[in-house]
């Protein structure tokens, strides 16, 4: 499961949120006796046409698994900086799969751009970051484990309608409810998507009357390019840009926030390495995800995909990047960041910004969006460059 639910699910909780009555108490129904939950399950999938049959396929022999419960308690934290992570996954070797799928399936990946806006290294980026091009897709039952999920009363309004979707791919032929696997939280296949976007975005790129998006790539990549134009991408805008920044710079107008435009960077003096400055028309940020002395990029519109996806930013950055790479942009300078923080160090800092009455949310030792905008108002204040980037120095003068 990625950092953060998709959007999907953000917005299956907004619609849970807005709906009434007995619409809404059905889709928390969770707890008690499993028989009892599935029922209630078959009941609304009815309702929504599936056949008797069909509900019945679909959960006979459905079992809680507690391992996913388990990884639902314990997800990992992102602690990695951005030159860690995307060192690691936007390696030498990725990058040459890369290119040769882009290579070998260059129809499909031209039909994607073509109908859909999507350039091709967009897609296999988000292929590689996702299951290394269809080679980890997880080995959790799908059915069971949005199962698991729905009958949990932790986070039923979000999951419940997946199990839904996930009953009405069975009838239409494309989930085998005892055989079908993927990530814990019910995402399937080559790049990781829940079952009511696969329902409403699926494409059957192989032309076998089937979406089958773990088996078969074209049907993978070119449902992919649906969900993300979906998401708003724009076709032929750009989605990051390399730059360099020079040493005086307005820095606490960095990071995600509104009100620039790229060539309002570029009149600071921000240089783009590739020279292109044609897109300056365009709302742009400039990211600094360590610090103004580290790589940097303008981030366009486009990138709004990314954070859709993901709402991590070291994520995001890095897929965002890899896919400038596939599509021929050289490595990134890596600058010399100065030094961060340890783990310790962060929420020591996270307290401290707390008590100065900053709303960091929760003291995890992650250098999130909250603290990163916190870090530049105590920067800010404190007369120093406001790039958000957390050191020791910042928590040595709080």
Excluded at 51 to 72: F, M, T
Excluded at 126 to 140: N, Y
Excluded at 327 to 356: I, N, V
Aim: glycine share 12%; charged share 20%.
């Amino acid at each position: 499961m990625r950092q953060n639910l998709k959007t999907t699910l953000a917005a299956g909780l907004t619609a849970f949120l807005l709906a009434g009555g007995a619409q809404a108490q059905t889709a928390a129904a969770c707890g008690g006796d499993l028989g009892a939950f599935l029922e209630g399950v078959k009941a609304e999938a009815l309702t929504r046409g599936v056949s008797a049959d069909v509900a019945d396929r679909a959960l006979a022999g459905a079992a809680i698994d507690q391992k996913v419960l388990s990884r639902d308690r314990a997800q990992g934290v992102f602690r990695q900086t951005f030159l860690e992570f995307s060192k690691r996954t936007v390696s030498q070797s990725r990058l040459d799969i890369g290119r040769k799928k882009l290579n070998d399936l260059s129809s499909v990946f031209g039909r994607a751009e073509q109908e859909f806006g999507v350039p091709g290294p967009v897609i296999a980026a988000f292929w590689a970051m996702e299951t290394d091009f269809g080679a980890v897709q997880g080995d959790f039952n799908t059915r069971n484990a949005l199962v698991t999920l729905s009958h949990d009363c932790r986070r039923p309004e979000l999951f419940r309608p997946q199990l839904i979707a996930a009953v009405e791919m069975v009838g239409h032929g494309d989930l085998d409810p005892n055989g079908t696997t993927g990530a814990w939280a019910g995402e399937i296949g080559q790049v990781q998507m829940l079952p009511k976007d696969i329902i409403e975005f699926g494409v059957d790129g192989d032309g076998d009357n089937h979406v089958n998006v773990k088996q078969s790539a074209p049907d993978a990549i070119l449902t992919a390019a649906k969900f993300i134009q979906h998401l708003g991408f724009v076709k032929g805008q750009p989605w990051i840009q390399e730059v360099s920044v020079p040493d005086v710079l307005p820095f606490e107008k960095t990071g995600l926030q509104p009100g620039m435009k790229a060539s309002d960077w570029f009149a600071l003096g921000v240089k783009p390495r590739d020279g292109d400055t044609a897109f300056g028309n365009l709302e742009a940020s400039l990211v600094l995800p360590q610090g103004r002395k580290g790589p940097a990029f303008i981030t366009y519109p486009n990138f709004n995909i990314y954070l859709a996806w993901n709402q991590s930013f070291i994520y995001t950055t890095s897929a965002a990047y890899f896919a400038t790479r596939l599509a021929g942009a050289p490595p990134y300078e890596r600058g010399t960041p100065e030094e961060g923080l340890s783990e310790d160090g962060m929420k020591e800092l996270q307290s401290k910004l707390q008590a100065h009455g900053h709303d960091v949310g929760k003291i995890d030792g992650i250098l999130g969006s909250g603290t990163r905008a916190a870090i530049q108002k105590e920067q800010l204040r404190l007369g120093m460059p406001a790039d958000g980037w957390a050191t020791p120095a910042l928590l040595a003068a709080l």
